[in-house]
């Protein structure tokens, strides 16, 4: 880790000193959120050669809005004189393609933006629904019978890899491949063989896409996949590096975080009788309940920002090419925003949470992502409610500070029989 001088400009106080990877850091996250919210909710950060770190839901939704000062984009060779840094955390992870849609500002991103929608729209997943329910069924049958199962390894990472790729309009056979690729490379140590392994099978996995690119592109069908090969913007079709990087955006943002998003749901669940009991007894409440958990967990934890020009925030000087890292989670759980804001309060209106982002850049899988979070986990409390959490193997990943989950959920329960 390395670190850089503090600029002559920021006061001592609004100087901090903590390593954002390390489970130090993240044992202890919402205490010292907390902390900065009060003393310098815009705080510099030596390590990593230097960063901002926002920590206020003011000061997170103000730089989520302002895409012109706050850029997403990912063009380390642009020729402005801003080294962007794109959006993926500081340091940014190598061998991985840009983030197609993430890492795009401008004209070229709304334009995809707009394109995309009708495809994510709350119609589009709302007819999507049936199938998902089906897969969630389905893979509770699979273990039912025997009263116990993983509900990650078994559940929660494979129907959102199956969901996405059924989007993409992918052939759904190897849906293993895809489950267990992005689920591992989050989930694992980096210095584990199971992270060398995932990574490893990146570049096939992006040759298999390019390659079934090439047959839609051969024959179209009414698919996502079909619809971006004949997208035009500025009178030009898409190349391939540009519809590798898109889709690989969306199977990245659709694959694990739902997975991972449903998993921390059915933990807490699992150990609160009391939450599983209401939901059962008032199905109303998923509703507003989906998107309490979203807001709690913010499973999406931090995204980066390369600041554009010098801009004054929150009492602090920005310069331009300064990076910033804004934290989802601690504005979800600023006190100022959100009343109670540490404890789940199932029925809580209005929520404004930010843990699908906020702006330009807001998660334009949102929709997909709450109802197949709800379909999953109401398929476990209507057919295994009395599951019970084998708390001392469950783990929690941690070190990454884009994102959070489970490893692996194991459970046990009243065993039941399959759907007819
Ligand atoms: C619980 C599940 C999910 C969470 C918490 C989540 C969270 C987020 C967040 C925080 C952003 C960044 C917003 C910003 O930078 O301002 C984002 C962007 C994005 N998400 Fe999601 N997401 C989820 C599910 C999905 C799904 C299912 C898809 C697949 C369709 C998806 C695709 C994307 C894409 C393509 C972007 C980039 C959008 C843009 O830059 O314009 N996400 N998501």
């Not at 540009?242 to 150990?271: C, E, F, M």
């Not at 850049?361 to 057919?383: F, T, W, Y």
């Amino acid at each position: 880790m390395q670190s850089s001088p503090t600029p002559p400009d920021v006061a001592a106080d609004a100087v901090v000193d903590f390593d954002h990877h390390s489970d130090t850091f993240n044992l202890n996250q919402h205490a010292i959120n907390a902390e900065l919210r009060q003393r310098c909710p815009v705080a510099w950060n030596q390590n990593y050669e230097g960063f901002w770190y926002a920590s206020s839901y003011a000061a997170v939704s103000h730089m989520a809005r302002d895409g012109d000062t706050f850029a997403h984009k990912y063009e380390p060779n642009a020729d402005d004189g801003v080294d962007y840094q794109g959006e993926m955390g500081i340091p940014r992870p190598e061998n991985q393609p840009a983030l197609g849609i993430g890492e795009v500002d401008g004209d070229y991103h709304l334009a995809l933006r707009h394109a995309l929608a009708p495809f994510l729209s709350p119609g589009a997943v709302d007819k999507m629904r049936p199938f998902m329910e089906d897969r969630a069924h389905h893979f509770l049958d699979q273990h039912i019978e025997k009263g116990e199962m993983d509900l990650v390894l078994d559940y929660a990472s494979p129907v959102p890899a199956i969901l996405t790729m059924k989007l993409m309009g992918l052939p759904l056979a190897n849906w293993q491949l895809y489950a267990t690729l992005f689920h591992n490379v989050m989930a694992v140590p980096q210095d584990s063989a199971e992270y060398t392994d995932a990574i490893a099978k990146v570049p096939a996995m992006m040759q298999e896409v390019l390659e079934y690119a090439a047959t839609r592109r051969a024959k179209p069908t009414d698919d996502l996949t079909s619809f971006l090969i004949q997208f035009e913007f500025d009178g030009k079709r898409l190349d391939d590096e540009q519809l590798l990087n898109i889709l690989w955006n969306l199977i990245a943002g659709g694959v694990d975080t739902t997975t991972s998003q449903t998993a921390l749901t059915l933990r807490h669940l699992g150990t609160r009788p009391d939450l599983r009991q209401q939901l059962i007894k008032r199905p109303e409440l998923y509703r507003t309940a989906t998107d309490e958990f979203l807001r709690y967990f913010s499973v999406n934890r931090s995204l980066s920002r390369t600041v554009t020009k010098d801009v004054e925030l929150q009492g602090q000087c920005l310069r331009k090419n300064d990076r910033v890292i804004i934290s989802w989670l601690a504005a979800n759980h600023d006190e100022n925003e959100f009343e109670r804001a540490d404890e789940i309060v199932l029925d809580r209106s209005p929520n404004r949470h930010v843990a699908f982002g906020l702006g330009p850049h807001r998660c334009i899988g949102s929709h997909l992502a709450r109802v197949m979070s709800e379909v999953m986990v109401k398929a476990v409390l209507d057919r295994i409610p009395d599951y019970e959490v084998d708390v001392d193997n469950v783990h929690q990943y941690l070190g990454n500070p884009a994102m959070t989950g489970l490893s692996n959920l194991p459970v046990t329960f009243t065993p039941g029989a399959k759907r007819s």
